[in-house]
């Protein structure tokens, strides 16, 4: 006993409680990164650039989320455009067109479509759950970097989840900065791929200001989608009215 009680005693002075915890899992990891990104609320301004090698469109976007299945977008720019709008609630997607007066429900099927012309899909822009309850997930690797812990998850689709990848594999700070991810189809080729950089203090916190998408089967190398956010806010206070059918209708002002 008393052989087991000096070891208790050394672990204890050499190998304190914070070294003894467990590392996060691949679903912690994944599930920190999205409370980060989009906090309890948030409110954003975002500049979306989509370029192509002949031609190139410019938007900005007024965006407000709610937990992780709640968000509702609104191109507030160019006047052309303004008040186009996605409301998503859960797992459900409705757009609206100001020019016809007319909201269309998004199907299941379409939420891997392209978003008003870019490389990010209606998911993506939502940052919806689905990588959460449609995938198991796989710390596949870390490293250290500038102090900082970075994961890289392998996330793979459940059977007969509704979802298109055969992959995605993210990488993630310690912090919960998603820094890249990877989509692959079902041959595991890489899709398109998305990394992030500009960390700066934004919404009180780092933050990631510059996202680029690219697509693997783009007519041009050139090719891209890049979201700038110009500002962000979190765990602000929001209307439960903001997340309907009617605010989606309703011009902003």
Partial sequence: ??????????????????ALSQAPS???????????????????VIRMKVHREDWERNSTIKAWTEGRENSIFKIIAPAKDKDNGTLKLGTEMWTYNPKINRIVKIPPSMMSQSWMGSDFSNNDLSKADSILNDYTHKIAS???????TIYTVVATPKPDAPVI????????RDDGI????????????????????????????????RWTMRSSDAESEGDYTLLEYDSLSFDVPLKKSLFTLNALKKPLR
Avoid: C
């Fill in 26 to 44: 691949a679903t912690q990891v994944i599930e920190k990164a999205w409370d980060y990104m989009r906090g309890k609320t948030s409110v954003s």
């Fill in 178 to 209: 998603l820094l890249a991810q990877v989509f692959h189809d079902e041959d595991l080729k890489v899709a398109k791929e998305m990394k992030t950089d500009k960390i700066t203090e934004l919404g009180g916190r780092p933050f990631p200001t």
């Fill in 142 to 148: 870390t490293k250290k970097e500038n102090g900082h």
């Fill in 1 to 18: 006993m008393r052989k087991y009680a000096i070891i208790l005693f050394l672990v204890t002075v050499f190998f304190p409680a914070t």
């Fill in 165 to 172: 990848w055969g992959q995605q594999t993210l990488t993630i």
